[in-house]
């Protein structure tokens, strides 16, 4: 089991970068696929970046913007978030699950964070 903490949310500019951490509790982190979601008022949870190893997926509305990463040296994941849009205003989860590929759905994810709140002023 593993216990994730989301931290670096905030209040930025549109065109402001913002980096947020996932730290992670247990052993065998490196074990866990790690994805970021978001979620804004009255839209449905959806995945913005999830990272397998080295392999990486991005949602379009994110790609070419945003950098997921992780070091697990310091059980952390990262989402390094450039060009931010007013759009992109939401609460940021952190999620992991332990199996195969790289899954982008809400429901594959086993963990989960308690949210960090973003907001993209324009």
């Known amino acids: 089991q593993v216990q994730l903490v989301e931290s670096g949310g905030g209040l930025v500019q549109a065109g402001d970068s913002l980096r947020l951490s996932c730290a992670a509790s247990?052993?065998?982190?490196?074990?866990?696929?790690m994805g970021w979601f978001r979620q804004a008022p009255g839209k449905d949870r959806e995945i913005v970046a999830g990272i397998r190893v080295s392999s990486t997926y991005y949602s379009d509305s994110v790609k070419g913007r945003f950098t997921i990463s992780r070091d697990n040296a310091k059980n952390t994941a990262y989402l390094q978030m450039n060009n931010l849009k007013p759009e992109d205003t939401a609460v940021y989860y952190c999620?992991?699950?332990?199996?195969?590929?790289?899954?982008?759905?809400?429901?594959?994810?086993?963990?989960w964070g308690q949210g960090t709140q973003v907001t993209v002023s324009s």
């Open positions: 999620a992991a699950y332990r199996g195969l590929g790289l899954r982008v759905s809400v429901s594959d994810y086993d963990y």
């Open positions: 247990g052993r065998t982190f490196s074990n866990y696929v």
